[in-house]
């Protein structure tokens, strides 16, 4: 069974960083391009960055460009977000997601989702 | 970028009726490499992290009753859920994956009348 367990949520200032991590079991972590997803309270899914299996191929949404840095450990099995100068705005429920389809190069769809981590920047 | 538009953004149906969702594109979703459509539908469940319905715009995933289906090509998508049951209550979400630069639909909240 796919198992995807998030951490390192919590209370931060504006300004301030974070790390999440994401455990990943029941797959070969190794095979997958892996996701971060996020939902503002009261707000729909937003897509927030994708790896590949090797970090060759990293993508951000432009909402956190050059502020969040995803990163992964495959011997580790592990997904990370790196998010850096943290504004109210990025204040959701973070989701280490599965990605999968062999879908030529492009995006694939969400398969399998962590139960979230919850991330609130507040003064 | 591609942009997914969904209509409506609340809908409210009988049980036993049926319920119908619809996505946009602001792009052809189809590659004609292999004449696929890239586009999923997940539900979202307060809660629960949200599970895949459909994938490739028509295909059932794993273990998801065939009272949901999606149909549409290119630009224009839509999901249908038969004989609506009480545990279908949520949100639903398209989302494209034609682009790298992966986008999720607004929205479609489903209540019970």
């Known amino acids: 069974e796919v198992q995807l367990v998030e951490s390192g949520g919590g209370l931060v200032k504006p300004g301030g960083s974070l790390r999440l991590s994401c455990a990943a079991s029941g797959f070969r972590f190794s095979d997958y391009s892996m996701n971060w997803v996020r939902q503002a309270p009261g707000k729909g899914l937003e897509w927030v960055s994708s790896t590949d299996v090797t970090t060759n191929y990293i993508y951000y949404a432009d909402s956190v460009r050059g502020r969040f840095t995803i990163s992964r450990d495959n011997a580790k099995n592990s997904l990370y977000l790196q998010m850096n100068s943290l504004r109210v705005e990025d204040t959701a429920v973070y989701y280490c997601?599965?990605?999968?389809?062999?879908?030529?190069?492009?995006?694939?769809?969400?398969?399998?989702w962590g139960q979230g981590s919850l991330v609130t920047v507040s003064s | 970028d591609i942009v997914v538009t969904q209509s409506p953004d609340s809908l409210t149906v009988s049980l036993g009726e049926r319920a119908t969702i619809n996505c946009k594109s602001s792009?052809?979703?189809?590659?004609?490499?292999?004449?696929?459509?890239?586009l999923a539908w997940y539900q979202h469940k307060p809660g629960q992290p949200p599970k895949v319905l459909i994938y490739w715009a028509s295909t059932r995933a794993s273990g998801v009753p065939d009272r949901f289906s999606g149909s549409g090509s290119g630009t224009d998508f839509t999901l249908t859920i038969n004989s609506l049951q009480a545990e279908d209550v949520g949100i639903y979400y398209c989302?494209?994956?034609?682009?790298?630069?992966?986008?999720f639909g607004q929205g479609t909240r489903l209540e019970i009348k």
């Open positions: 997601v599965k990605e999968e389809g062999d879908t030529g190069g492009k995006g694939g769809w969400f398969d399998s």
């Open positions: 792009q052809s979703l189809l590659f004609t490499s292999n004449n696929k459509n890239y």
């Open positions: 989302q494209q994956y034609y682009s790298t630069l992966l986008a």
